[in-house]
């Protein structure tokens, strides 16, 4: 049982890691092991079975037989550790150290002795030499296809089968053995030169693709970083240098013992409030989420992947009929099950449906590829940091967050948000501020706590300020 317990749990590991991995990834190790496997194949038809006819022959074919397999075996488990750093070494991704090639190249040798001295010494069939003498070269030939040009490779190729060929027509081959073996053998090294450089080139190209992708997620963010950083200068900029020199001008007519001092310092304190407001304004629309926008983004992004998605609900009254606060809590989910689904599972297909109670708004992100990973990224109540995110933000709002499995079937998995629409308490209550836009009461209370900050009573809000000095005639004021 404990046997049977390992492997079942060992088969259990390896399909974790495999859907763990990106589909690029599962390309690439699909790529690599079918190229691996190819050597053992050919090692157990062409390398294996002819040699057969061995026996009868004597104690020495005998000897020699099992020492070309043995040696055979022993190039296929170089090959096999050999070919991810060819591939690596062919999209540039690391040098492959080529002393990795010496051994290789004296059991190439050595195999090919073998089988001349079998063949000279009446050891193997006249039938079965084509066969093996095709055999002998592909497991060095895989990874070496990789490392090194094409016409390289067929030069190196053609030498080696015409070296090959000329020391059996020494050693006494001839007529149409001797052909079919030089036959046979630019059949398997071309059959490596067209399985294996089409195989490399279709995964660089891919990868590039991938580290393209990558490269322009992170200008994309450089850039949001640059439009925020020049959001602010522009809010920040113009303010800071108006109050500074209204200051300035302030500290020379109290000096002067000018009572127009209290009107300049009136109208700093102004400024500094309207310029608090503005850099709330721009972190409030730099952090918000619309869902009609984060719907049409999950959309792309997901068909983009190759992930057919139906969107419900969206033009109803769920959709852009919901409070603004609603919509905002709900983007917020779509746009992190949207980035986990891509991240963590494996779908081909993801819906999304919206809809309406007579006192809440439910959203219902569902996909198919699941499997043994959770789409937000933490497991199921464990709370990972997709899933605490979105549950204080709906909790906020007095909403609620379930995720889990479907039914039975461990690769259906859904997201339910639910968001009410009446007000959980005061702190709901919306108010416009004079830009056009909402702002919470809570923030209005964060917004009189940073002006109180000191400890003293708020200041009653400033009247209108009478004519001041322009800033522009400040050097004549001096």
């Known amino acids: 049982m404990k046997g049977l317990r390992g492997v079942i749990g060992r088969v259990r590991g390896w399909r974790r890691g495999w859907h763990e991995r990106s589909k690029l990834q599962r390309i690439d190790l699909y790529t690599r092991v079918t190229l691996c496997a190819m050597v053992w194949l050919f090692l157990l038809t062409w390398g294996f079975l ?91 030939g895989i990874p070496y296809a990789l490392l090194v040009p094409a016409r390289k490779f067929l030069l190196h190729a053609a030498a080696y089968i015409a070296a090959f060929v000329g020391l059996l027509a020494v050693f006494g081959g001839t007529g149409t053995p001797l052909l079919a073996t030089a036959f046979t053998m630019a059949l398997g090294l071309l ?60 500290v020379e007519l109290a000096q002067r013992g000018n009572p127009a001092a209290v009107d300049q310092m009136v109208e700093v304190q102004r400024i500094a409030r309207a310029s608090q407001q503005e850099v709330r304004d721009v972190v409030r629309g730099y952090r918000e989420a619309d869902l009609p926008t984060e719907l049409m983004g999950a959309r792309g992004v997901l068909q983009a992947a190759g992930i057919s998605v139906t969107v419900e609900g969206a033009d109803g009254p769920a959709g852009i009929g919901a409070p603004a ?9 779509v746009r992190e099950t949207a980035t986990n689904v891509l991240r963590h599972g494996d779908p081909r ?72 629409l009446t007000a959980p308490g005061p702190g709901w209550r919306t108010t416009a501020d004079p830009g056009g836009r909402t702002a919470s009461a809570g923030d209005e209370r964060a917004a009189l706590g940073e002006r109180t900050a000191s400890g003293e009573r708020a200041a009653p809000s400033a009247p209108p300020a009478s004519p001041s000095p322009d800033p522009s005639a400040l050097p004549e004021e001096r």
């Not at 439009?227 to 920040?236: E, I, Q, T």
């Not at 995110?389 to 859904?414: C, H, I, Q, Y």
């Open 325 to 333: 606060a609603v919509q905002a809590a709900l983007g917020w989910v």
């Open 349 to 420: 297909h993801c819906s999304i449906r919206l809809t309406r109670t007579r006192d809440a708004v439910v959203l219902e992100v569902e996909n198919d590829g699941a499997g043994a990973a959770d789409p937000l990224g933490g497991g199921g109540d464990g709370g990972g940091s997709g899933l605490a995110g979105l549950r204080e933000r709906l909790g906020a709002l007095g909403g609620s967050l379930t995720a889990g499995p479907v039914g039975d079937d461990p690769d259906l998995f859904r997201v339910t948000a639910t968001v009410p």
């Open 191 to 250: 059959l490596v030169i067209i399985s294996v450089r089409p195989s490399g080139w279709s995964l660089s190209v891919m990868w590039q693709a991938e580290e393209a992708r990558d490269m322009q997620a992170r200008l994309a963010v450089a850039e949001e970083r640059l439009r925020f950083g020049r959001d602010m200068h522009d809010v920040l900029g113009r303010n800071l240098s108006v109050i500074a020199l209204k200051s300035e001008l302030a």
């Open 50 to 140: 002819p040699l057969g006819t061995v026996f009868g022959r004597g104690s020495w074919a005998l000897a020699i037989g099992a020492t070309l397999l043995t040696v055979n075996v022993a190039q296929s488990l170089l090959s096999t550790f050999n070919v991810r750093p060819a591939f690596d070494h062919y999209r540039g991704a690391a040098p492959f150290p080529r002393r990795r090639l010496r051994l290789p190249a004296v059991l190439l040798v050595v195999l090919s002795g073998l089988l001349i001295a079998l063949m000279a010494g009446n050891g193997l069939d006249d039938r079965a030499l084509p066969v093996m003498a095709m055999d002998v070269p592909i497991a060095f």
